[in-house]
């Protein structure tokens, strides 16, 4: 996945919102640039090694339980557990089978939600202090933040490819994807039919999930909004390491970013990218 030129955006499953030119993925991959999001200034990957470190660690939360302790936001239910178990046999079922042919129009509602500008301030400052109190503090990566040039750039890297910032299946799709690529250092531009069937795979087994359905447009948006800052901080990290040069910190990073997702089931070393999405080898 790669900024570049926007699609227009709405639901996933609007008319073009699966396709991608192939000309313009043959473009991307003779630049060389993978389809990750670009890099924030250099000498900053050590910061966000750090970031990532310590925010993959909280990264496998369900959404009822991901509050990071915002008193604004609405008490987590009784049924956390349960709830993270049922979202953690979702992803496992949904990449254990291919991609289906159409993303489940009653899924891709369940999905959606609309953008509360109170939403995103309130997910904005909770992001700026929760860095705050890591190394190296929010400083590097604030005036990004609160400027909205970070969630923009997001925003633009799933348009490009017809993935929706406003629905929690394509934010989910994409932070697998750009996971993927950083622990198998793969280009996803070089499969762009799988890039698009991830989003597939995705959409019926998460709307299926009870606590999922159950979200307001508010928590749908906060949980995503979460997903999107995590996706670029990790993405500009190993953009930078690769730059670099640094093999051990890169490792460090790879290592990290899959071990979040294995406690979800999931191990990012046994999945390939292929038309059908991200499937076993």
Not at 33 to 61: D, E, I, Y
Not at 62 to 90: K, N, T
Not at 148 to 154: A, P, R, S, T
Not at 172 to 180: F, S, T
């Amino acid at each position: 996945m790669a900024a570049g030129n926007v699609a227009a955006a709405g639901r996933l499953d609007a008319p073009g919102h699966d396709r991608v030119s192939a000309r313009g993925a043959a473009a991307l991959r003779a630049t060389g640039r993978t389809g990750l999001p670009p890099a924030t200034r250099p000498g900053q990957w050590q910061h966000n090694l750090f970031l990532v470190a310590a925010l993959l660690c909280a990264s496998a939360a369900s959404p009822a339980q991901a509050r990071r302790g915002d008193a604004d936001a609405p008490p987590a239910r009784p049924s956390a557990a349960a709830s993270e178990r049922a979202l953690q046999a979702s992803l496992k079922t949904a990449l254990s089978r291919p991609a289906p042919a159409r993303a489940p129009p009653a899924a891709v509602d369940v999905l959606a939600f609309e953008r509360d500008a109170m939403v995103t301030m309130r997910e904005r400052e909770a992001f700026i202090a929760h860095l705050a109190q890591q190394p190296g503090g929010a400083a590097p990566l604030e005036q990004a933040i609160r400027s909205g040039k970070l969630m923009g750039e997001f925003d633009r890297l799933l348009q490009r490819y017809g993935y929706s910032p406003r629905n929690l299946g394509d934010v989910l799709a994409a932070y697998l994807v750009i996971c993927w690529e950083i622990v198998s250092e793969s280009d996803s531009n070089d499969e762009p039919a799988g890039q698009r069937a991830v989003r597939r795979q995705l959409a019926g087994p998460l709307a299926a999930v009870p606590a999922i359905a159950r979200m307001s447009d508010a928590e749908k948006q906060a949980q995503a909004e979460r997903t999107a800052y995590l996706t670029m901080v990790a993405a500009s990290a190993y953009q930078e390491l690769k730059r670099g040069g640094d093999p051990g910190r890169l490792t460090d990073l790879q290592r990290n970013v899959r071990s979040s997702l294995l406690r979800s089931g999931i191990d990012l070393k046994q999945l390939v990218l292929t038309e059908d999405g991200l499937v076993a080898r």
